[in-house]
């Protein structure tokens, strides 16, 4: 049975995407949402089928509720067990099934109103190390910009105003770091 079309070996055929000219033969089809889209681009421009745009094609099965569900009575969740139910009262966690702290404080402080409904007992304790930094040496050809920091004979300096060649006790440049 004859065959309807040329093999195309020798063809020219332009990419669809950058329109550079290639052989046929080097050309690949692209496919988007798992269809073959009938458009032929070279090897630079090919790229596979995105998984993303295959969102709602398949059913998928996942159940975020339960079935019949029960609560935790094991909890006692008010009073000063727990939830604060009065203003001005404690809120402490004691025993049951979730002993945690909870509570909302913003760093820096609520507003007013908040003062005594939900106390926050978290707090952290801690101690800093040593903490280290070095520091460059002041030096009279190094032009320093306000907020710069330098030792000098064993103190350390910060410019408040831009200089050259002002040695770090010359006070209407530096300041005591």
Not at 46 to 64: A, F, I, R, S, T
Not at 92 to 112: H, N, T
């Amino acid at each position: 049975m004859p065959v309807s079309f040329a093999s195309g070996r020798f063809a020219i055929a332009e990419c669809d995407r950058c329109g550079f000219r290639f052989k046929l033969t080097e050309l690949k089809g692209l496919v988007v949402k798992t269809k073959n889209v009938n458009i032929l681009v070279c090897q630079s421009c090919w790229e596979p089928d995105q998984p993303q745009l295959q969102l709602g094609m398949y059913p998928v099965n996942d159940p975020q509720a339960l079935r019949n569900p029960r609560p935790d009575t094991s909890y006692n969740s008010s009073g000063t067990n727990g939830l604060q139910l009065v203003a001005g009262t404690a809120g402490f966690p004691e025993g049951g099934s979730r002993i945690y702290q909870w509570g909302w404080k913003p760093v820096g402080g609520g507003s007013s109103e908040d003062i005594g409904l939900t106390e926050n007992y978290l707090t952290s304790l801690g101690e800093v190390g040593t903490v280290m930094f070095n520091v460059a040496a002041w030096s009279a050809t190094t032009s320093y910009a306000p907020k710069d920091s330098v030792s000098y004979s064993g103190g350390y300096y910060l410019a408040i105003k831009a200089n050259i060649n002002h040695v770090p006790t010359d006070v209407t440049y530096w300041v005591v770091n």
